[in-house]
């Protein structure tokens, strides 16, 4: 059915709102050669007020069934321009960050996730400093005073005493040496506390004076119910390296490697969001995300530019998934083993990678999927296979990037991932032949982050946002 109106004075204005003439040329080049009557039947059968109304317009006649096929003889803005923003603005409703959450928004994102990467600095630095098990006790508001006097000190002292810890690995210390461990853990939770209101006080102030969309504020609620959950995963990591049952073990482990990954793999999480949703607003607010978008989108009609772009999706899972693999290293101490590389032993595979479920080598043979994340050799080897699956991925796409004509921030981002990928893997490499030492580790682990990171940017530069 023709929706067709007769042109009257306030149609033209709405097309000139509609249409404005800083446009792309390529983005209208097929309204151009329809006829004047047609664009503004089809303005006015989709009630054009506005730009925002234009876009949504020229993105509809795929779902809509109002559009007005026979007033308009020529397709529509090929739909190939606009297809990826439904692929690629999945996660946060990208649709709803537009346009309204303004950009201070963005940049208070972008603090709190600077933020979660120094918390995680500092809870690496913690971990190799084997400070994490100093503070025996979980309490919000009483914990964030640290002992003040020397009778302060000693009752803090006489707590640790009592934790395997002290008896099984550190019965040598001294209490200075003791102040410096509880400091350490002290500092942790306290820039975790930081962490806690810098998000929740400016995000209800925000939301309260409407600076975030109702999309933006329902992810914020969720964030901070992770970052509230994120506090008391580390205190049953902490927890879990004061078990009784620990004294009967000969050598000491600290805390389980199962909540030391949950506990680093969520703030992973934690801050991949943060940082994605900081880029989003910020671009969605700022002058020069139209351009970018066009860029995108018309890198987006190369052949194959699809799947390239997809596999950015795929390169920062699998760089999540091997720091998850990372922190089972370090949560069983397995770095310390095979300190050689890329062999492990006579072979590429360890001999003993079966060890824990092999019967004629175990007293008590366990299930094969635990063998993989409890054997030292096995968690290693998982290590290096995913670290090399990464590498041999980044550097397959960056070839294969060559071959596309990238807008420029996007170029950068490969760039710049497959440098922070050469970093990373020479950092890991160094602290396995080195044995662990804390600087290499501590590097190792902010080199993790900074490799996830500039997967994310990469990725981010090659969404299509609203404009
Ligand atoms: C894509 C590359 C890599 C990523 C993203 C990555 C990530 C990580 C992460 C997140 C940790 C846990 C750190 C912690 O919790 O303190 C870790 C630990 C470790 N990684 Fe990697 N890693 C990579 C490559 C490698 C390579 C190639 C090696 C050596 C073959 C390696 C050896 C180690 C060792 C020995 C540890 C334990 C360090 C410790 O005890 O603190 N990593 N890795």
């Given amino acids: 059915m023709s929706l067709r109106l007769p042109i009257q004075a306030g149609s033209l204005l709405r097309m000139r709102a509609a249409f404005p003439a800083s446009r792309s040329i390529q983005q209208w080049a097929p309204l151009r050669t329809q006829s004047l009557s047609a664009v503004l039947s089809y303005s006015a059968s989709r009630n054009l007020t506005s730009r925002a109304n234009a876009r949504r317009s020229l993105q509809a006649p795929i779902a809509s069934p109002i559009w007005p ?9 090929k739909p190939v321009a606009v297809a990826p923003s439904a692929a690629f603005s999945s996660g946060p409703a990208a649709e709803e960050v537009a346009h309204t959450s303004k950009a201070i928004v963005g940049w208070w994102y972008l603090y709190c996730a600077a933020l979660v990467f120094a918390i995680v600095a500092v809870g690496g630095v913690t971990r190799l400093t084997e400070s994490g098990l100093s503070i025996t006790e979980w309490n919000l508001i009483k914990g964030m005073k640290p002992p003040t006097t020397e009778e302060e000190w000693m009752v803090e002292f006489d707590k640790y005493k009592k934790f395997p810890e002290y008896t099984l690995l550190n019965h040598n210390i001294t209490l200075s040496e003791f102040k410096f461990i509880f400091y350490m853990e002290w500092g942790h939770r306290m820039l975790g506390r930081f962490i806690g209101l810098s998000f929740i006080l400016p995000g209800l102030y925000f939301a309260a004076r409407g600076y975030m969309t109702p999309a933006i504020a329902k992810r914020s609620f969720v964030v901070a119910c992770l970052i509230g959950c994120q506090g008391v995963l580390g205190w049953y990591m902490v927890k879990s390296g004061l078990r009784e049952e620990l004294f009967e073990s000969k050598q000491f482990h600290g805390v389980s490697q199962y909540w030391l990954a949950a506990h680093l793999g969520s703030a992973f999480i934690i801050y991949s969001t943060m940082l994605l949703t900081g880029l989003e607003i910020l671009r969605t607010s700022s002058k020069g995300a139209r351009l970018l978008s066009e860029q995108v989108v018309a890198a987006f009609r190369q052949p194959g530019f699809r799947v390239f772009a997809m596999s950015t999706h795929n390169i920062a899972a699998l760089v999540l998934l091997t720091a998850f693999s990372g922190a089972f290293v ?45 054997n030292h050799a096995a968690v290693q080897f998982n290590h290096r296979v995913l670290a090399m699956t990464t590498a041999t991925a980044v550097t397959a796409l960056w070839v294969v990037s060559r071959k596309f004509t990238l807008p420029r921030s996007s170029r950068m981002a490969m760039n710049a991932l497959l440098g922070v990928t050469a970093l990373q893997v020479s950092l890991g490499i160094s602290t396995l032949l080195y044995l662990v030492p804390v600087p290499l580790a501590a590097a190792h682990q902010s080199g993790s982050l900074l490799l996830l990171s500039t997967s994310l940017w990469l990725l981010h530069t090659l969404r299509v946002l609203p404009k």
């Fill in 330 to 374: 370090a949560g069983l101490d397995a770095g310390l083993i095979y300190n050689e590389f890329p062999y492990m032993g006579d072979g590429l595979v360890p001999s003993d990678m079966w060890a824990l479920s092999d019967p004629s080598k175990a007293e008590k043979p366990i299930p094969w999927w635990r063998n993989l994340l409890e």
């Fill in 69 to 77: 096929q026979p007033v308009v003889r020529m397709p529509m803005p």
